[in-house]
Nanobody, 121 residues
Framework: QVQLVESGGGLVQAGGSLRLSCAASGSTGSIGTMGWYRQAPGKSRELVADIRSGGRTNYADAVKGRFTISGDNAKNAVYLQMYSLKPEDTAVYYC???????????????WGQGTQVTVSS
């Protein structure tokens, strides 16, 4: 059974920083894209950033220049360093990790349980 465990959320003042971590375990597949999503109250879940297995990164416009995603394939871990946080960054942040299963020719994505990030003004 694949499990994703997130940590690092919390309450921070505007302008502050937080680092989110996500560690995956239990998969027999090959790790693929890892990403962070967020969902604010009353809004849909949205992509924050993702990183491909080759290291290519992609960021939402709202976080470019403030957030940095990194991954450690050997540890099946993905991180999100957040700087210059704004109240509008307040949301539940979810990690997503994809694995490719060669035996069935499919890629399956798994979600973490979510971690709350609250930025006060």
């Amino acid at each position: 059974q694949v499990q994703l465990v997130e940590s690092g959320g919390g309450l921070v003042q505007a302008g502050g920083s937080l680092r989110l971590s996500c560690a995956a375990s239990g998969s027999t597949g090959s790790i693929g894209t890892m990403g962070w999503y967020r969902q604010a109250p009353g809004k849909s879940r949205e992509l924050v950033a993702d990183i491909r297995s080759g290291g290519r990164t992609n960021y939402a416009d709202a976080v470019k220049g403030r957030f940095t995603i990194s991954g450690d394939n050997a540890k099946n871990a993905v991180y999100l360093q957040m700087y210059s946080l704004k109240p509008e960054d307040t949301a539940v942040y979810y990690c997503n990790v994809e694995y490719f299963y060669r035996a069935i020719g499919r890629t399956i994505g798994y979600w973490g349980q979510g971690t709350q990030v609250t930025v006060s003004s």
